[in-house]
């Protein structure tokens, strides 16, 4: 059996995408999923290249480094993602890369949902896209109002069935999606 505990794997920053528009859209107020297709990051980010191989940030010094240039405009996230692939519907064991070194997630985080989400090849940076907010398909699966799934177990079931379906191509992952306390 294939552990799917999600492990510490970094930070980012995001300026949030708040109630999108689909066609059928749920009842969603935000969109808090790992691509940065509808929440986007701090522009310039990647060009310091202090982010590690999964295109997050390894401390939360670097990564509220990254949008110091507008602080209210991005949310901070943390993030754990399970050590697992998911291919054709079947789990591959994943290796973290080794620039992957987070410091601890502190437990003032909260999490907020799970996200199944692609990568279709090694040598991207980071993931691309999470077919709930992507392709809307938040609009027929359990998704919470930050348009993520609200367990471990159902974003197993999500990664399982895109990976399967392929709505974005490649292999699914599953990450605990967690936000800094805003005060």
Known sequence: ?????????????KAVLLRPEYARTP???EVLSV???MSAGPPGWMASWRHNALGWFNSIGEARASAASEPERFRLFAYRLAPVAFRGGEPVQYSLPPDVRPEA????????????VSRSREDVLGFECSPLSCNGLAAELPANDACLFPSLEAA????????REQPEPGDY???????AARG
């Open 35 to 37: 691509s940065l297709c």
């Open 27 to 29: 009842p969603i107020s």
């Open 1 to 13: 059996m294939i552990d799917v505990r999600p492990v510490d794997a970094g930070y980012f920053p």
């Open 156 to 163: 197993v079931a999500g990664a399982i069935r895109f990976s």
């Open 173 to 179: 992952f599953v990450v605990e999606v967690l936000e």
């Open 105 to 116: 997630i502190p437990v003032s985080f909260v999490s907020r949902g799970f996200d199944a």
